[in-house]
């Protein structure tokens, strides 16, 4: 069990092979994506790791670092908990006067849009091996969406992939093997 090694495999194969996120491939390419392994046990910890890790992409130009993924297996496992804890992120970074700097996305293995069932192929689009926080920079969120002819179409075309793949085809690109 490697989580960092099984999200660098689940960005791989599933966020730029099925390319679900077309900004991706070239952060990745350019080395810019920082990926943390916490070690954290609550979500305190959790909090604290956050904050430094914000306040780290802040003080880091985007061309050493753009993004960061911190990933957490040992906290959050369930999704509702995890859900949750997506408010005290946010609030985090207001309280780090961060609001239109930085901003927390998520990826959990349990991912559900709400409103959906648990096993629609949909949520798989914001599905991740382990629970993740992805830190991003608003200006490069901006910058990607300005460039992209239509960015709402990114939704409907990964809801299309994925339902061609199917979960069949979904496991499959995570075989150690393949």
């Not at 350019?30 to 890790?53: H, I, N, P, Y």
């Not at 969406?145 to 990114?154: G, H, L, M, Y």
Request: hydrophobic share 40%.
């Amino acid at each position: 069990m490697d989580p960092i090694e099984d999200t660098r495999r689940w960005l791989e194969r599933a966020v730029i092979g099925l390319n679900l996120c077309p900004f991706a491939k070239a952060v990745v390419a350019k080395g810019q994506v920082r990926m943390v392994l916490s070690e954290a046990r609550d979500e305190a910890a959790l909090l604290e790791q956050l904050g430094e890790e914000l306040l780290h992409l802040r003080d880091t130009p985007a061309e050493v670092t753009d993004t960061t993924l911190i990933v957490h297996p040992q906290v959050l496992g369930d999704f509702l908990d995890y859900n949750d804890f997506l408010d005290a992120a946010d609030g985090l970074v207001e309280e780090l006067g961060l609001e239109g700097v930085l901003q927390v996305a998520s990826f959990h293995p349990q991912y559900q849009f709400a409103g959906s069932d648990p096993d629609d192929i949909a949520n798989f689009t914001n599905r991740s091996p382990w629970p993740t926080l992805h830190l991003l920079r608003e200006d490069s969120v901006s910058r990607a969406v300005e460039a992209f002819p239509d960015p709402d179409a990114i939704v409907e075309r990964n809801v299309e992939t994925l339902e061609k793949l199917g979960h069949t085809g979904w496991q499959a690109l995570f075989r150690r093997d393949s």
